[in-house]
């Protein structure tokens, strides 16, 4: 298998970083292809935990080719700063590379998105305040600055000082805000393009090479699928197109180099910030999910919304990306709790569906329905093999497999990569 995509099944934070570096093990390069540093992936690799928001999870194997692709966003500033951290770990950063064509996160961009937000008021969308949305904007208004322009930085000033000072006009005159600094923002840009300039290459390039070698290549996405700008929950949703459909355009290669696409789905469901949730739960099952899963973003380390597992989200995503198989991920967390409930279907204004809402309502309008299943009391941390778990908790994932239509490949019990049941081989 050349190529295979792991994307998120939900609205985030499913645990994809965790499944791209267990399956780096066996891949020689991982390319990130959309969002920018809103996104965090953590991945414990023994004693070390990181937290990954930029750089791709394959960075933790050596020899392993890491790409930036040029469907993300990339935050000088904070790509070096976690550059720097990675390397303080142990972690070789001889393999990363910059797509040319990556459009760049500058510091008017994020002024603008935090003035933006706050100007909502009780409309916010509930953004990270990172600059990910109006970089986004500029690159579909072909105004923005891409990551080859670093390499030659009095360039790369000429055109920073024209937009910085468009950006500067709509700070101050809309939104009653303090004009930046420009000379200052590029005094502290110059030194940090000067660092990333060599990690900067035509990445296609390399993964066309990479792919017709033969070699395992992972597409790693940020976010998840309810948060695709196009088939998420709008507006509630990030600025690029987390689901598989993203992966060929954000990195620059051919649909038919992909033969898989891995979903991975948390056992419960969580999203962070605003917007519509039918299966969220503000009592204790809500309480138990928030404490036994550290429910706490990676990026902005706002609490998490919890809830039960909804496979209409799943079954919409598997629809949307094709899914080959399943990654479930803190089925652990589940442990202890007496019953469960899967939802199945929603009703909406009186009519049951269990696909996505139809035309007319939203997710908003939908009430969900729900099963019940047995709860299990034992521990799930040393189990590694599918027959070693309890009966309850085989049940739980064999009615999720029957409930999405699509097999279950990996089951994760615990944080550290040695706690995971493997059914099938993804890379088969």
């Known amino acids: 298998m050349p190529g295979l995509i792991v994307l998120g099944a939900q609205w985030g934070d499913e645990g994809k970083g965790r499944v791209v570096d267990l399956l780096a093990a066996d891949a020689q390069v991982v390319a990130r292809y959309q969002g920018g540093h809103n996104a965090g992936h953590t991945v414990v690799v023994g004693e070390h935990t990181l937290k990954l ?24 500033l904070a790509l070096v700063q976690e550059m720097d951290e990675v390397a303080q770990l142990g972690f070789d950063l001889g393999a990363l590379r910059i797509s040319r064509a990556a459009h760049l996160i500058l510091p008017y961009h994020q002024a603008l998105d935090q003035a933006q937000e706050a100007s909502r008021g009780a409309q916010a969308i509930g953004t990270t305040g990172r600059g990910i949305g109006p970089a986004y904007t500029d690159k579909a208004a072909r105004a923005g600055l891409r990551a080859e322009e670093l390499v030659n930085f009095d360039t790369f000033a000429a055109r920073f000082r024209e937009a910085a000072a468009a950006k500067n006009e709509l700070l101050t005159r809309l939104y009653g805000r303090p ?6 923002m590029l005094a502290q840009l110059r030194p940090t393009a000067e660092r990333l300039a060599p990690y900067v290459a035509d990445t296609s390039l390399l993964l066309h090479q990479a792919l017709r070698q033969g070699r395992h290549v992972l597409f790693e996405g940020a976010q998840g699928t ?3 700008i196009d088939h998420g929950t709008y507006p509630f949703v990030t600025s690029s197109n987390p ?12 649909p038919a180099s992909i033969a898989g696409v891995l979903g991975v789905v948390k056992a ?10 039918p299966c969220e739960r503000c009592d204790e099952v809500g309480e ?3 404490k036994m ?7 902005t380390g706002r609490r998490r919304r919890c809830g039960w597992l909804d496979t209409v989200v799943v079954r919409y995503a598997a629809r949307l990306s094709g899914f080959t198989g399943l990654a479930v991920t803190k089925l652990d967390v589940l442990t202890g709790l007496p019953s469960l409930r899967i939802c199945t279907g929603y009703r909406c204004g009186g009519t049951l569906t269990e696909d996505w809402p139809p035309v007319g309502y939203s997710l908003a309008d939908c009430e ?6 047995p709860g299990w009391s034992e521990s799930l941390s040393a189990v590694r093999r599918w027959e070693d778990l309890p009966p309850a908790a085989r049940h739980y994932i064999e009615r999720l497999e029957a409930l999405a239509g699509v097999p279950v490949d990996l089951v994760s019990v615990g944080p550290e990569r040695e706690q995971l049941v493997v059914r099938r081989n993804v890379w088969r």
Do not use: M, W
């Not at 999870?57 to 790409?67: A, D, E, K, N, P």
């Not at 004009?179 to 200052?184: C, G, K, P, Q, T």
């Not at 419960?268 to 949730?277: D, N, Q």
């Open 179 to 184: 004009a930046l600094d420009i000379e200052a």
């Open 243 to 254: 689901t598989a459909g993203g992966a060929c355009v954000g990195v620059g290669v051919p």
């Open 293 to 299: 899963g550290a429910e706490f973003g990676t990026t």
């Open 368 to 373: 969900p329905v729900y099963e019940e299943l």
């Open 53 to 76: 928001h930029q750089v791709p999870s394959g960075i933790t194997r050596r020899g392993v080719l890491c790409v930036i692709g040029n469907g993300t966003v990339v935050e000088p």
């Open 268 to 277: 419960y469901t969580t999203r962070v910030g605003a917007g519509p949730f």
């Open 288 to 290: 138990h999910l928030v």
């Open 226 to 228: 309810l948060l695709d």
